[in-house]
């Protein structure tokens, strides 16, 4: 049962999220009582691997003023927001729920020329799990100017995620029970037994990648600060990380956040699928390092580290200790 949840129902994705593009559509109106920015990430990365043209994203999520938000979810929204507009994506919008009763609802509202031409209600959330096999959910077609008219409806209850004031509207939750923050770092608890995993950055010879690794984009044509962490293959056929190019969110030691997946043959590597630069910008800065420089194992070890540690938070959600 754990493997069918780690693989998406794909018949139930196209049907909702993805074939009403090749009929025209241009913009997603989504409300739904729960979401996460791992689905949102996978689904603006999947329209572009398909090659579909870009679309707009415009997300309600609906039981924000009942039950809150963890932390890593709301900083993962906003980051959405802001990244997705240096990046060849589609345009991502998103808002709580602060007011009136919660909202439980889940509804999909495709637009052209700013008329609802398909709508799709059901049981699935705005989540991976709730387009995944392990969830038996149901999605039908309904009215489209009839969901229309409700998506307006809740809007006018609503706050968006980058608001000034949105932490005044919306209870923020402690990112994690079994992490803790101190000084602008975060930890693992001591005594949790959260299973976790080291990983070398440096290659077979000890030496970092020239073209792979930290040092993927350093070759002619490619954006230099692109970058990945080496998975061996032992560990991806493990099931620690999610693999079919699932989307999952990691928190750093330095209390950053990230949106990473496993890909590559053979799943040899974890990326930051929305922009690569992402990853490589990221240790670059951490070691000290120039943007767009080579790294060489010297620097990790002037750094202290040449490798990094992550720990499973559950199956979306991971911790990345790249402290010395």
Not at 77 to 103: D, E, R
Not at 240 to 251: A, C, D, T
Request: hydrophobic fraction near 35%; proline fraction near 5%; charge should be negative.
């Amino acid at each position: 049962m754990r493997r069918c949840i780690l693989m998406f129902n794909i018949p139930l994705i196209n049907q909702t999220l993805i074939e009403p593009i090749s009929r025209g559509a241009e913009e997603l109106l989504i409300v739904s009582g729960y979401a996460t920015p791992t689905m949102a990430s996978w689904h603006m990365t999947r329209i572009k691997e398909l090659s579909m043209p870009l679309i707009g994203i415009k997300l309600i999520v609906g039981m924000t003023n009942y039950d809150g938000l963890t932390k890593d979810v709301h900083e993962g929204f906003k980051q959405l927001v802001y990244t997705q507009s240096n990046t060849a994506l589609s345009k991502f919008q998103c808002q709580y729920i602060c007011q009136g009763p919660p909202v439980h609802s889940k509804l999909y509202i495709w637009m052209k020329n700013g008329e609802p031409v398909e709508a799709y209600t059901g049981s699935a959330n705005y989540t991976q799990a709730g387009f995944s096999l392990g969830r038996r959910e149901y999605i039908v077609p309904c009215n489209a100017y009839d969901a229309f008219s409700y998506f307006c409806s809740v809007e006018r209850d609503s706050i968006y995620c980058t608001h000034s004031e949105v932490e005044e509207n919306i209870i923020l939750q402690p990112i994690n029970p079994v992490l803790e923050a101190e000084n602008g770092h975060v930890q693992i608890v001591k005594g949790q037994g959260v299973e976790h995993v080291k990983l070398s950055l440096l290659a077979r010879d000890g030496e970092t990648g020239r073209r792979s690794g930290l040092n993927w984009g350093q070759r002619e044509g490619r954006e230099p600060n692109q970058a990945y962490i080496p998975l061996p293959a032992e560990i991806a056929r493990s099931g620690f990380f999610p693999l079919q190019k699932r989307h999952f969110s990691v928190i750093t030691d330095d209390n950053k956040h990230l949106i990473l997946r496993v890909e590559q043959q053979n799943d040899k590597a974890i990326t930051t699928p929305m922009n690569n630069s992402l990853l490589g910008e990221y240790f670059r800065n951490r070691i000290g390092v120039a943007n767009g420089a080579f790294v060489h194992s010297h620097d990790l070890e002037r750094y202290g580290r040449t490798d990094v540690d992550f720990y499973k938070l559950d199956d979306e959600h991971f911790y990345m200790d790249f402290s010395v």
